[in-house]
């Protein structure tokens, strides 16, 4: 179905990164399932349609999904991490002219009838308004990270050094009524200071997200209440969770093998719930000899592990440290992965993507959290759910965590006769099952969706006067 056949028609504009640009697909794939009259097109980069093309994304996208794209204006997804700031900057000052012209000539076919931008576009919402198009702004990040941000304003003064006064360790639902706040510390936040031109773009981005239509969150209610509530005590406009948003669901009883992966053979062969999977996401970077403290602590825990390391290179040198325990790999899928019965803990970076998939799958984590929202999203597995342990605690005066407590903690988190190993793999249970129902017919995730929906057909997410 075209989008001038269709009835309806949403463009998607995804933030062009792989931790955004995941998300919106899949936000994408549950608008079109919900209304079988609308089209939606979605505005990437020529050189992410490439990427996602040899992925194999677009030939999975349902056929009233399709992608438009604007030229390769901000610097290559390759090499971004070389200059992360600029990266943002170049986002912010190029990308917006072409996303305009693209929006005006979709509208010669057809007008779209809302757009779906990514929060962290500071252009998003005036580019919509300026057309009279509503705007729905898509958090990708868990709803407790857009509360603290929401009221950056009301942050604490910058304080001392770490732990003068017990300031840092202070809860910022001290400074704000938001119980749901009570896992985030001053000191998560305190990093964002030093951050001077992104954490600007931050003040302009939550500026804008006041005049959306709505705010869409890929997180779920029974995950996030509190945040959830308090948003929505504090936004002019409705709010939405569809999630958890995670790229696909493997079928039910067929997680037990992986299909054509040469990998699956050794999972296969592996004890249940044996193996830790190690994986530090798509962009995440950190020091080599942190990476070899990661490996030589594996190593010495003894516990069997499954890590994807994104490049030959480095995956040749981490096996030489790791040892004959376990496997090291440049790509995997990840979910399937996470739903094998021999995966029993999962170290992560915690961006936001993954730890919805460890909830999904109801695996315990070991949080090796890195920067931005990651911080914040390990206090949430360790202080909040209590489904992992957060490594952050356990850094030395240099910033590092040494291979000694690297061992300990897989060790403890992998140790399935150990009482709090076991507690926190029940907590995580009862995640997997809420999350799972969140997004059945009739689950929170499933009734905010259809009400998105019912809202958008009877126009009831008009464009104010607020937006322009």
């Keep these: 179905m075209s989008t001038a056949a269709a009835s309806r028609h949403v463009v998607a504009v995804p933030f062009p990164g792989r931790g955004h640009i995941n998300p919106m697909l899949v936000v994408c794939r549950q608008l079109a399932a919900a209304d079988t009259a609308l089209a939606v097109t979605v505005v990437v980069t020529e050189e992410w349609h490439e990427l996602l093309a040899a992925a194999g994304v677009l030939a999975a996208l349902p056929a009233r999904v399709r992608l438009a794209t604007i030229p390769n204006v901000i610097p290559s997804e390759r090499g971004r991490g070389a200059d992360h700031v600029g990266f943002i900057e170049a986002v912010h000052a190029r990308m917006g002219e072409p996303v305009e012209r693209l929006l005006d000539r979709l509208a010669l076919e057809r007008r779209p009838d809302a757009v779906v931008v990514d929060t962290y576009l500071t252009w998003g919402v005036a580019a919509g308004a300026a057309r009279g198009i509503p705007v729905c702004s898509l958090w990708t990040m868990p709803a407790t990270f857009f509360l603290a941000f929401y009221h950056m304003d009301q942050w604490p003064a910058a304080d001392g050094p770490e732990g003068e006064e017990g300031q840092s360790c202070k809860s910022l639902d001290q400074y704000f009524p938001f119980p749901a706040l009570s896992s985030v510390k001053c000191s998560d936040i305190k990093v964002f200071r030093s951050w001077e031109l992104p954490m600007k773009r931050v003040v302009q981005v939550f500026s804008n997200v006041r005049k959306a239509q709505c705010v869409i969150f890929t ?49 296969d062969a592996q004890p249940k719930k044996s ?56 790509w995997c899928d990840q979910l399937k992965v996470l739903s094998h019965p021999s995966v029993g803990g999962f170290l992560s970076h915690c961006g936001w993507n993954s730890t919805l998939e460890a909830v999904f799958t109801g695996v315990p984590v070991l949080a090796f959290p890195v920067a931005w929202d990651q911080l914040v999203n390990a206090r949430l597995v360790a202080d909040e759910w209590k489904i992992g342990i957060n490594l952050r605690e356990q850094r030395r005066e240099d910033g590092a965590v040494s291979r000694a407590a690297m ?60 937006s322009r």
């Design 219 to 267: 997180s779920f209610y029974e995950l996030e209440s509190g945040a959830i509530n308090g948003i929505s005590q504090v936004l002019p406009c409705p709010v939405y969770t569809f999630g958890p948003s995670i790229p696909h669901m493997p079928p039910e009883g067929n997680s037990d093998k992986i299909q054509h992966e040469k990998y699956s053979d050794w999972l």
């Design 275 to 330: 193996v830790m999977y190690v994986s530090f996401g798509s962009y995440v970077s950190m020091p080599s000899s942190q990476l070899e403290e990661v490996a030589m602590g594996l190593h010495d825990s003894a516990v069997r592990f499954f890590w994807v390391a994104r490049d030959k290179a480095t995956t040749t040198t981490l096996q030489q440290i790791s040892g004959d325990k376990g496997l090291v790999v440049p």
């Design 407 to 466: 061992s300990a903690a897989v060790t403890k988190l992998m140790d399935l006769g150990d009482g709090d190993s076991l507690e926190m793999r029940r907590r995580a249970e009862g995640l997997r099952e809420a999350s799972h129902s969140a997004i059945q017919e009739g689950g929170s995730s499933g009734r905010s969706l259809k009400s998105f929906v019912q809202d958008f057909i009877k126009a009831k997410l008009n464009v104010a006067e607020t």
